[in-house]
């Protein structure tokens, strides 16, 4: 499991996460909500060791990210999507799936290349595995970022904003690929603002409000939360709505 404890992590004067506890257990899609600026993609970017915690603790199966002995171990077992996709603009699609694999992996690199055609056959894209990003619309390049992360075969993947830059029609393209994926059992951490897409997948809802998480409920007590009882939760809901 990913376990998060009294994490702490300022910019500056600037306190963005305050001592937060969560975990996640393998099998769970964790949907991470909250205000634009509440600390989220933050909290991702300490799962992965990108930023250098304060104070608390981060484990990925028991690997310390902040021990950088560890953290490649930990980093192994938790693939990030991020809102831009990042893929590398002169690789093809097959290539960008299969490069770490190859590279850190050590798989051969017609092997990584072959089980890189099929994740891209299994999100749709066995026509454009050999185009370049450039050649892709943004929908398809952010599958493509999906499967490269999924080439990993992380135990856990991490979902930073992945249809925020997308048109409609894209998003519900890269949706219905999340959907399939958390059917087929894979764990997720899904921050996003897709409020009844995170509704119809996950098994429970973190909720951040500056750099405090201060709801972490079953999906359906999350969104028949109160006023009386969870005000900021009910201010986010009827906003969102
Ligand atoms: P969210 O993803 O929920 O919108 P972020 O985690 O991106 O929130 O940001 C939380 C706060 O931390 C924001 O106020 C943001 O300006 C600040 N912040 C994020 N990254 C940095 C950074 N590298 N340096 C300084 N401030 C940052
Ligand atoms: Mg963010």
Same mark, same amino acid.
């Given at each position: 499991?990913?376990?998060?404890?009294?994490?702490?992590?300022?910019?500056?004067?600037?306190?963005?996460?305050?001592?937060?506890?969560?975990?996640?257990?393998?099998?769970?899609?964790?949907?991470?909500?909250?205000?634009?600026?509440?600390?989220?993609?933050?909290?991702?970017?300490?799962?992965?060791?990108?930023?250098?915690?304060?104070?608390?603790?981060?484990?990925?199966?028991?690997?310390?990210?902040?021990?950088?002995?560890?953290?490649?171990?930990?980093?192994?077992?938790?693939?990030?999507?991020?809102?831009?996709?990042?893929?590398?603009?002169? &690789?093809?699609?097959?290539?960008?799936?299969?490069?770490?694999?190859?590279?850190?992996?050590?798989?051969?690199?017609?092997?990584?290349?072959?089980?890189?055609?099929?994740?891209?056959?299994?999100?749709?894209?066995?026509?454009?595995?050999?185009?370049?990003?450039?050649?892709?619309?943004?929908?398809?390049?952010?599958?493509?970022?999906?499967?490269?992360?999924?080439? &990993?075969?992380?135990?856990?993947?991490?979902?930073?904003?992945?249809?925020?830059?997308?048109?409609?029609? &894209?998003?519900?393209?890269?949706?219905?690929?999340?959907?399939?994926?958390?059917?087929?059992?894979?764990? &997720?951490?899904?921050?996003?603002?897709?409020?009844?897409?995170?509704?119809?997948?996950?098994?429970?809802?973190?909720?951040?409000?500056?750099?405090?998480?201060?709801?972490?409920?079953?999906?359906?007590?999350?969104?028949?939360?109160?006023?009386?009882?969870?005000?900021?939760?009910?201010?986010?809901?009827?906003?969102?709505?």
């Amino acid at each position: 499991m990913i376990s998060i404890t009294g994490l702490r992590k300022s910019f500056g004067a600037a306190t963005v996460l305050n001592g937060i506890d969560l975990e996640i257990r393998q099998g769970e899609v964790v949907s991470v909500l909250g205000s634009s600026g509440s600390g989220k993609s933050t909290l991702i970017r300490c799962i992965n060791g990108l930023e250098k915690i304060d104070a608390g603790k981060i484990t990925v199966d028991n690997f310390d990210v902040s021990k950088p002995r560890e953290l490649a171990e930990a980093r192994k077992r938790s693939g990030t999507v991020f809102q831009l996709f990042n893929l590398y603009p002169h &690789m093809t699609a097959v290539q960008n799936v299969a490069l770490a694999p190859v590279e850190v992996l050590k798989v051969p690199r017609k092997q990584a290349e072959a089980e890189a055609r099929e994740l891209l056959n299994s999100v749709g894209l066995s026509e454009r595995a050999d185009a370049y990003p450039s050649q892709l619309s943004g929908g398809q390049r952010q599958r493509v970022g999906i499967c490269r992360a999924l080439a &990993m075969k992380p135990s856990y993947l991490l979902l930073d904003e992945v249809t925020s830059a997308l048109d409609p029609e &894209m998003t519900s393209e890269v949706l219905s690929i999340l959907a399939n994926l958390a059917k087929g059992g894979t764990t &997720m951490v899904f921050v996003t603002h897709e409020i009844e897409f995170a509704r119809s997948i996950s098994s429970r809802i973190a909720f951040l409000d500056k750099g405090q998480l201060i709801a972490d409920l079953p999906t359906e007590d999350f969104f028949s939360a109160t006023g009386m009882a969870l005000p900021r939760v009910a201010q986010f809901l009827s906003k969102m709505r």
